[in-house]
């Protein structure tokens, strides 16, 4: 019953992720082409941009969370219930670090979890490379397929990785048209770096997509 129970949550997870991800990129996309309307009404979007935004932080760690317990309860990987109550506990913690990050992202300790959160993302990407790799030239005993999903995972990590940097890159053009008003020219760079984040968006969903097919096919 748990393992169904895990099972059905880590499903509706994806679901959860990508509405959260339309319902964003939608306003996103409108804040970002509609010069017309007041700063100070767009500045207000955007701070509901940014706090929709914790949705797909949640869904992603919870993935990695019941997608540790899952494979842990199945016996893909090993230490069973030890390794599924580790990452209930760790998945706890994160989520946990993810919402202080975001409350407190005005002012220097929110930074300072910013900063762990990123460095808990890289830890991340790397043991699921390493996992990966071990596992396809059999160092490691966990099956071809979920080598190959863990390997895509990294993927997923590194691409919203790139959304980050892609709007710390928009966040500068913002900022200046907040301070020295719009030009014509500032908000096509605005477009252009909405563009990009989208782009990379795109990449992002094609791994996930990909994931999911690698988990129903289950190849090699």
Same mark, same amino acid.
């Given at each position: 019953?748990?393992?169904?129970?895990?099972?059905?949550?880590?499903?509706?997870?994806?679901?959860?992720?990508?509405?959260?991800?339309?319902?964003?990129?939608?306003?996103?996309?409108?804040?970002?082409?509609?010069?017309?309307?007041?700063?100070?009404?767009?500045?207000?979007?955007?701070?509901?941009?940014?706090?929709?935004?914790?949705?797909?932080?949640?869904?992603?760690?919870?993935?990695?969370?019941?997608?540790?317990?899952? $494979?842990? #309860? *199945? +016996? @893909?990987?090993?230490?069973?219930? /030890? !390794? =599924?109550?580790?990452?209930? %506990?760790?998945?706890?913690?994160?989520?946990?670090?993810?919402?202080?990050?975001?409350?407190?992202?005005?002012?220097?300790?929110?930074?300072?979890?910013?900063?762990?959160?990123?460095?808990?993302?890289?830890?991340?990407?790397?043991?699921?490379?390493?996992?990966?790799? $071990?596992? #396809? *030239? +059999? @160092?490691?005993?966990?099956?071809? /397929? !979920? =080598?190959?999903?863990?390997? %895509?995972?990294?993927?997923?990590?590194?691409?919203?990785?790139?959304?980050?940097?892609?709007?710390?890159?928009?966040?500068?053009?913002?900022?200046?048209?907040?301070?020295?008003?719009?030009?014509?020219?500032?908000?096509?760079?605005?477009?252009?770096?909405?563009?990009?984040?989208?782009?990379?968006?795109?990449?992002?969903?094609?791994?996930?997509?990909?994931?999911?097919?690698?988990?129903?096919?289950?190849?090699?």
């Amino acid at each position: 019953m748990l393992i169904q129970a895990v099972l059905v949550a880590h499903i509706i997870v994806v679901g959860y992720w990508l509405g959260s991800d339309l319902v964003i990129n939608s306003t996103f996309r409108y804040v970002s082409r509609t010069a017309s309307l007041p700063f100070a009404e767009r500045e207000r979007l955007m701070d509901h941009v940014m706090d929709v935004d914790q949705h797909v932080r949640y869904a992603l760690i919870l993935q990695v969370w019941l997608g540790t317990t899952l $494979g842990a #309860l *199945l +016996g @893909y990987f090993p230490g069973g219930l /030890w !390794l =599924a109550g580790t990452a209930m %506990l760790l998945g706890i913690a994160w989520l946990t670090l993810v919402e202080f990050t975001h409350r407190l992202r005005k002012n220097p300790t929110g930074r300072v979890l910013g900063q762990i959160d990123r460095s808990i993302r890289y830890v991340a990407i790397a043991a699921a490379i390493l996992i990966a790799i $071990g596992s #396809l *030239l +059999g @160092y490691l005993h966990v099956a071809g /397929w !979920l =080598a190959i999903k863990l390997a %895509l995972f990294a993927g997923v990590f590194l691409s919203g990785l790139g959304i980050r940097f892609e709007l710390v890159r928009y966040f500068l053009v913002w900022e200046t048209i907040k301070t020295e008003g719009s030009t014509d020219e500032l908000e096509q760079r605005l477009r252009n770096r909405y563009a990009s984040s989208t782009a990379v968006l795109v990449v992002l969903w094609v791994f996930v997509a990909t994931i999911v097919a690698v988990s129903v096919l289950k190849p090699g």
